[in-house]
């Protein structure tokens, strides 16, 4: 758990800690490349909603790292499926319900939603990841890496 507590806490503090440098500087950024004030005032709308989905990816990049690190390859395999079959119905409702503004903001509900399942899914397995991280050990690990190289 204190493994897992500090890889949240590092995930989410470098991510956090880019995503406020980047919106801090976004006109800076935007106009390094587009004079365009239109183009300006979305670019920012996107580029928000970018940096907040970027934290929630790592976080589920977290949860699904945590469930193939304990061998819960179904529970990866659904995260990752899950990330991948949200999409596309979201934004395509996005766009029908909100126009413009739903496409943009599909990524980051499709990472929260995504997010949201993970969770779920640790709850889940969580006495079960603990009692398979408490039964292992050193020696039981270098025996099954040897009969892995055989």
Do not use: C, Y
Request: glycine share 10%; aromatic share 8%.
């Amino acid at each position: 758990m204190s493994a897992l507590r500090a890889s949240a806490i590092t995930v989410g503090g470098v991510g956090l800690t880019f995503a406020v440098a980047v919106f801090l500087f976004r006109d800076q950024l935007f106009s390094a490349f587009v004079a365009d004030p239109s183009v300006l005032a979305i670019g920012a709308t996107i580029l928000t909603a970018q940096l907040v989905a970027m934290i929630g990816n790592g976080l589920t990049g977290l949860i699904t790292s945590l469930f193939q690190a304990t061998g819960r390859a179904l529970a990866a395999t659904v995260m990752s499926i899950t990330q991948g079959v949200l999409f596309i119905p979201i934004v395509l409702l996005g766009n029908l319900w909100f126009g413009l503004p739903g496409i943009v903001w599909a990524l980051t509900i499709t990472e929260g939603l995504v997010f949201l399942v993970g969770v779920a899914l640790w709850l889940a397995a969580r006495k079960a990841i603990d009692r398979g991280l408490a039964e292992g050990n050193a020696e039981r690990a270098d025996s099954v890496l040897e009969a892995v190289a055989v």
